[in-house]
Nanobody, 124 residues
Framework: QVQPVESGGGSVQAGRSLRLSCEVPERTNSNWAVGWFRQAAGKEREFVAALNWSGQETAYADAVKGRFTISKDNAQNTLYLQMHSLKPEDTAVYYC?????????????????WGQGTQVTVSS
């Protein structure tokens, strides 16, 4: 069973930064692509960012491009989402996910394993 575990959520004011972490099982870390998604209250889950298996290819949603950065530390088996210049519209539960596909995919249907989510709240 592959169970990613997110951490690092919280409440911040607009304009501030947060870094989310996601610990992934060691056997998935180096070979599989990973991603972050979010779901705001009353809305559908949406893609945020993805990273391919080698860490060389990234993809971002237009809403976060230039503000968020996805990365991973293979030695720590950890995936990160660094978020800068946060806006109230970034408020959501953020999920990390792991896919057996090697590329940085944006479609959530390709992701097989999901974390439980961590809440991010941005106040104006």
């Amino acid at each position: 069973q592959v169970q990613p575990v997110e951490s690092g959520g919280g409440s911040v004011q607009a304009g501030r930064s947060l870094r989310l972490s996601c610990e992934v099982p060691e056997r998935t870390n180096s070979n599989w692509a990973v991603g972050w998604f979010r779901q705001a209250a009353g809305k559908e889950r949406e893609f945020v960012a993805a990273l391919n298996w080698s860490g060389q290819e990234t993809a971002y949603a237009d809403a976060v491009k230039g503000r968020f950065t996805i990365s991973k530390d293979n030695a720590q088996n950890t995936l990160y989402l660094q978020m800068h210049s946060l806006k109230p519209e970034d408020t959501a539960v953020y999920y990390c996910a792991v896919t057996t596909v090697l590329a940085a995919v944006v479609d959530s249907r390709w992701y097989r394993y999901w974390g439980q989510g961590t809440q991010v709240t941005v106040s104006s």
